[in-house]
């Protein structure tokens, strides 16, 4: 074929995929008020990992209308699935949340008014994150099916993003051993597609068993958990001076004894690590664990670990960032109502950082290098197959996630106009990876040069099972 002819012929072809995604960008339009519905349903029920019972069976509900094939239960995690539609290659999937944190519940409004005292709230956004990629499947698969496009689109429901490693557990059962892609993306206060890594994190509870006795009459006679939890918080403070200066541990004593006059016969302290690096973090571990073992020494009792999460740092796709970035900046952002606009500004008065404008959701920001802040099951994934991510300003520019700001943002109209720019980015980048062929290819060989040989191996054991009582304190 001539040269010139090529050319146009790459044109006209060029031409009919611009029009095919204008033309579904249109069509998303018209449906998102319902996936917007869905993403307040979502908010409303308020689920923790692991117990995301009904945000689950309405995701799989939509799914299953919309005529994909459901995998339940998926690595022995009753709120785990799959849904497929198609056959043959390539397949591509999207992964989708729907865990809440504890004591995050909030009304849809910028001042502080739980909906549930105590109770949990999505301060993750993680109802807009499973309801958007419920809305890109769905989408994707319909598309699909009106222009006779070969390959598999697959949803992933993954539960217990927040700490309980779902993703983990499903990858050691073979859920995404047939992928060639994946894509991601993750609530934020700005659009744009992500070339950052993450924090690798692992994570325990640490359980002590003393012996009781009456704290006034026979102190002597008891061997109080309590001070081999305090033992061990306090050689962690310590051991802060002598780590890395990425290294970050936290954590919170979830059960201190029953009552003062009482020596503690239990107690239990739930603990997170992290660092940019997982071989790193290993040796952190271990100075860690030792902590724990003086503390028991020291005080006469015992002491158990039960291993609760161990997550990698997210590996980037360089050619995935790309495509996702043009992508994004087709979609564009969105402007606020005046309504939304006054919400914004009164919620900004309960921040310390206000340095960023609002309005700045509009734009979409280039992909940078670098490591952020927090840790996700999402690391694991993209150690296994070539992984995009993004991030879309669902919260007000400035609201850090993990707050009743975050909260009240994710069940309301900013957070849903969020979701939709989210939503539009994945579709757009699945055209381009079902449309060309060569774009699979390309990520494959990111995801080999970032990987550079390393072999992914996970640190939770091969026989535990999923923590499914992870949120309750025993």
């Known amino acids: 074929m001539h040269m010139w002819t090529i050319w146009l ?190 924090l690798a994190i692992i994570s325990a509870k640490f359980r002590f068993y003393g012996k009781p006795a009456h704290a006034a009459a026979a102190p002597d006679a008891g061997r109080s958990a309590l001070d081999g939890l305090m033992i061990m918080a306090n050689a962690v403070e310590f051991l802060r001076e002598h780590v890395p200066d990425s290294t970050r541990m936290h954590y919170v004593i979830t059960n201190g004894g029953s009552a003062p006059n009482i020596v503690p016969d239990y107690s ?11 071989p790193m973090l290993d040796g952190i571990w271990e100075r860690i664990n030792k902590c724990a073992q003086a503390g028991a020494l020291a005080s006469e009792t015992r002491m158990e670990m039960e291993l609760i999460d161990s997550a990698y740092n997210t590996l980037p796709n360089d050619a995935l960032a790309a495509l996702v970035d043009k992508n994004m900046r087709l979609v564009g952002g969105v402007a606020y109502t005046r309504e939304e606009q006054a919400f914004a500004e009164t919620i900004r008065k309960t921040l310390s950082d206000r340095t960023r404008q609002i309005g700045s959701q509009e734009k979409t920001e280039a992909p940078s290098e670098g490591t952020g802040s927090a840790s996700t099951d999402a690391g694991d994934v993209s150690w296994t197959v070539p992984m995009a991510a993004l991030g879309a300003a669902t919260f007000v520019p400035g609201v850090p996630a993990h707050t009743w700001q975050a909260s009240a943002c994710a069940g309301m109209s900013i957070g849903r106009k969020g979701m939709v720019v989210a939503a539009k980015s994945l579709v757009l980048t699945a055209v381009d990876l079902y449309t060309d062929p060569q774009q699979v290819e390309v990520a494959k060989a990111s995801f080999e040069k970032r990987r550079a040989g390393y072999e992914y191996r996970s640190r939770i054991p091969a026989d535990q099972k999923p923590p499914l009582t992870y949120r309750d304190n025993k």
């Open 9 to 198: 012929f790459l044109l006209a072809a060029g031409s009919l995929m611009a029009d095919d995604k204008s033309a579904l960008l249109q069509k998303m339009d018209t449906q998102a008020a319902h996936f917007g519905e869905v993403s307040r349903k979502i908010w409303e029920f308020a689920e923790v990992g692991y117990k995301e019972n009904k945000s689950a069976e309405l995701l799989k509900s939509e799914l299953r209308s919309a005529g994909f094939r459901l995998a339940e239960n998926v690595a022995g995690i009753p709120t785990a699935f799959t849904a497929t539609w198609g056959q043959g290659k390539p397949v591509i999937g999207i992964m989708g949340e729907y865990d809440a944190l504890p004591g995050l519940s909030q009304e849809d409004i910028p001042e502080r008014k739980p909906r549930v005292n105590g109770g949990p709230g999505h301060g993750c956004g993680h109802n807009l994150l499973g309801a958007a990629s419920l809305f890109a499947a769905i989408t994707i698969k319909d598309w699909m099916a009106d222009k006779r496009i070969p390959g598999t689109i697959r949803f992933y429901g993954t539960p217990a993003e927040e700490g309980g490693g779902g993703k983990l557990y499903m990858i050691r059962a073979g859920a995404f051993q047939d992928v060639d892609t994946v894509l991601s993306w993750h609530p934020s206060d700005q659009n744009g597609a992500s070339l950052k890594s993450s």
């Open 268 to 278: 239990e302290l739930f603990l997170y690590a992290r660092h940019p690096s997982m």
